[in-house]
């Protein structure tokens, strides 16, 4: 067995380790159910809703933009939105959000990947969420064979999809602490988990044009991620799960409508935007910021602020 294990460092990312995501937008049936559940089940505080828009977040930020259209329908076997994932800023409001799922008894799958503790999730439309935390300090992910595993600190290798030990994270909470909290501020969109075309097409713009780090290519698992640097590993991840030279979907289609970056400054996103016009990605410039495709066709914006409240 030939044995591959990922390099500690790789080359840096063009783009500051300051650059986030900033909110998703999705097309969706009925705003009434899905501001429901994400401010119910989730705590997303509602900042706004006019006609058939809203959107939602923490006090501050808005991560999540929701425009309601009764005829769109969900159509399968194209690029989009895999899940986006919600990064909550310590192990202990990430506990909170879980006991949260099951005192409501709202359908979760905990799941460790040695790098980050996590569940997931469907919205009630089926919009696949992920909660999470970063464990880099827990293991590390290899590749063996195209195929990824982890070596978690202890000693155990693990195929980085085992059973989360809820026990040990819901420890993290008390009986004085409360459930039905906000989602607490300095949670974020942590990361983008996309239906790709293809693996390397995908690779070449966001790494080789837009300036994240290359990340791992697990070809066996058909998949691939870009990060920021090493402790901001995995910002945007895709996969061909969906099949090599997918379509991306109609218009009218549920789902993802368009992602955001947000760049630290307005020169640093006149650099990105500069490199994509170099490698001939068509970029429309508007007041929100640069609208550009990725070989996939899913939307993107890239920005130097978040949307505001």
């Given at each position: 067995m030939t044995t591959f294990t990922q390099p500690q460092t790789?080359?840096?990312?063009?783009?500051?380790?300051?650059?986030r995501l900033g909110h998703v937008h999705l097309t969706i049936h009925s705003l009434d159910d899905e501001i429901q559940f994400y401010t119910r089940v989730l705590g997303f505080q509602l900042h706004w809703r006019q006609g058939a828009e809203a959107a939602l977040g923490t006090q501050s930020e808005i991560l999540l933009r929701l425009?309601?259209?009764?005829?769109?329908?969900?159509?399968?076997?194209?690029?989009?939105?895999?899940?986006?994932?919600?990064?909550?800023p310590s192990r202990k409001e990430l506990a909170r959000a879980l006991a949260r799922l099951f005192a409501l008894r709202y359908p979760n799958y905990p799941t460790d990947h040695g790098i980050s503790k996590t569940t997931y999730l469907d919205d009630p439309e089926g919009n696949n969420i992920e909660l999470y935390v970063r464990s880099l300090e827990d293991g590390k992910m290899e590749i063996v064979n195209g195929q990824m595993l982890v070596r978690y600190a202890d000693g155990r290798v693990g195929?980085?999809?085992?059973?989360?030990?809820?026990?040990?994270?819901?420890?993290?909470?008390?009986?004085?602490?409360?459930?039905?909290?906000?989602?607490?501020?300095?949670?974020?969109?942590?990361?983008?988990?996309?239906?790709?075309?293809?693996?390397k097409a995908s690779m070449d713009f966001y790494a080789g044009v837009?300036?994240?780090?290359?990340?791992?290519?697990?070809?066996?698992?058909?998949?691939?991620?870009?990060?920021?640097?090493?402790?901001?590993?995995?910002?945007?991840?895709?996969?061909?799960?969906?099949?090599?030279?997918?379509?991306?979907?109609?218009?009218?289609a549920l789902g993802l409508r368009y992602f955001t970056i947000v760049l630290p400054t307005a020169e640093d996103l006149l650099r990105v935007a500069e490199r994509a016009r170099a490698a001939g990605i068509a970029v429309e410039a508007t007041p929100e910021g640069f609208w550009m495709h990725d070989p996939a066709h899913v939307r993107l914006l890239l920005t130097d602020h978040m949307l505001a409240v």
């Open positions: 790789r080359p840096a990312a063009l783009l500051p380790a300051t650059t425009s309601e259209d009764p005829a769109a329908r969900r159509v399968q076997h194209t690029t989009g939105m895999y899940h986006f994932a919600i990064l909550y195929s980085g999809r085992d059973p989360l030990d809820v026990e040990a994270l819901l420890s993290e909470l008390d009986e004085t602490d409360r459930l039905d909290l906000p989602l607490p501020e300095g949670t974020r969109l942590g990361h983008v988990h996309l239906y790709a075309s293809g693996l837009l300036g994240f780090q290359e990340g791992p290519l697990f070809e066996g698992f058909r998949m691939g991620e870009v990060g920021l640097d090493e402790q901001q590993p995995h910002v945007v991840a895709f996969n061909t799960w969906k099949g090599t030279h997918a379509p991306p979907a109609p218009a009218g």
